[in-house]
């Protein structure tokens, strides 16, 4: 399938492909991840203070990564995300060097407005977000207008690009939910320039 692009400003464009992976493959990456990858549990500082983040997560590739104090060592890629990354790469003709996975055990676990801006992804990031399990709302906001806002479901086995400035002009976050009883893993791809 295509995906759908949408131009959310005259420079930056939200690409959107449901069924990238299949069904059978999304629920046994799951099933595999959840008890095969080294989650942590991050805190970030807000107002002086750690704050444990409402997600577990972990990263691996080939460079270190950090964003509001939480700095990650790179684990080696395990085949199965390097396979996805090659995979991404292959269908979007873009590159990337690593990968931030998060697992929302449920629909209590969340996250804040954010932008993926930190200076080591370059002034354009390009982001590819491969969502796994329960679908959940995914809501982007601009910076300028916050009352300006697109929501994206985010279905098991889509795949999400934020190219150009989204990064720069919006931020998003992942709403807590109590319509999400079951997992989600979602996994951005990333390129550490
Ligand atoms: O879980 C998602 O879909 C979003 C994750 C995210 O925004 C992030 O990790 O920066």
Known sequence: MKPTVTQISPTAA???QSGFISSDDSEQLVKLWEHNLDWVQSTITMFGKKVAIPRLNCWYGDRAYGYSGTHFEAKPWTPELL???ELIEYRSGL???SVLV?????GQDCMGWHSDDESCLGAQPQIASVSLGDPRK???RNKKDTSLKHTVTLENGSLLLMLGDTQSQWQHS???TVKSQRSRINLTYRLIV
């Not at 998060?102 to 449920?106: A, E, G, V």
């Open 174 to 176: 992942l709403p807590r």
């Open 14 to 16: 939200l690409h959107y």
């Open 102 to 106: 998060n697992w929302y055990r449920d």
């Open 95 to 97: 590159l990337f060097n």
């Open 138 to 140: 995914f809501v982007l």
């Open 83 to 85: 396979q996805l990354k």
